[in-house]
């Protein structure tokens, strides 16, 4: 049974660049969500997607856009990138809680690592 | 708001010894808590949850923390540390089925453990 896979796993790119990282979520879940964890830093929450919509979003900026598609598997879109972009990005999957009213842990994937020179 | 505070920063414990990493949270919420563990360069994964059934919740390999309501805090505790429990854990707080929760992260504790 095949977990959250995440590509690409590193990646560089250059200030003002676009850049779109994939997630294929855990068999049967069907809600991603996706981290941002800066070096040393615990993981701050970016958004989440369920039935191809976003539901709910932390304090990113609109430069960081998502999309969901029927397969459930998601992508991560950052524009005009900044230095401060360099992190390792997490995709995490999970059956969707409101549905079942229960909170259902999230898996996660290992990460890309994103790299800003 | 939901927050969760990891007490230390750092624990450092030799082999075999017991391990007990402190961890304190703020809920409006009756809430869930979980703790994960990341090892380098590694993505992060799940050691054990708590979502109400039992205050006492056992993990994977040893692990078990317990919900003290009265002391708002989720310790993770295991009897005998070994080398491969190196790593970074973090306790983490989600609102309770509300729908399309977010997970609320600590700071983190990075263990430690020498031979």
């Known amino acids: 049974d095949a977990g959250v896979t995440q590509s690409p796993t590193h990646l560089i790119k250059t200030r003002g660049q676009q850049v779109t990282l994939r997630c294929s979520p855990k068999s049967g879940h069907d809600t991603v969500s996706w981290y941002q964890q800066a070096l040393g830093q615990e993981p701050q929450f970016i958004f989440q997607y369920y039935e191809e919509e976003e539901r709910q979003r932390g304090n990113f900026p609109d430069r960081f856009s998502g999309h969901q598609f029927p397969n459930y598997s998601s992508e991560l879109n950052v524009n005009a990138l900044l230095l401060g972009d360099s992190a390792l990005y997490l995709c995490a999957s999970s059956l969707n809680s409101r549905a079942r009213n229960s909170n259902q842990p999230q898996h996660f994937g290992d990460g890309t690592r994103l790299s800003i020179l | 708001a939901q927050s969760v505070t990891q007490l230390d920063s750092h624990v450092s414990v030799s082999e075999g010894t017991p391990v007990l990493l402190r961890c304190n949270y703020s809920?409006?919420?009756?809430?869930?808590l979980f703790w994960y563990v990341q090892h380098p360069n590694k993505g992060l994964q799940l050691l054990l949850k708590y979502t109400s059934a039992a205050t006492l919740v056992k993990g994977i390999n040893g692990f078990e923390a317990e919900f003290k309501k009265s002391e708002t805090s989720f310790h993770l505790t295991k009897p005998s540390a070994h080398m491969s429990d190196a790593a970074e854990y973090f306790c983490v707080v989600s609102p309770r089925a509300t729908g399309f929760q977010k997970l609320v992260f600590g700071t983190g504790t990075r263990l430690l453990v020498s031979p």
């Open positions: 809920s409006s919420y009756s809430p869930s």
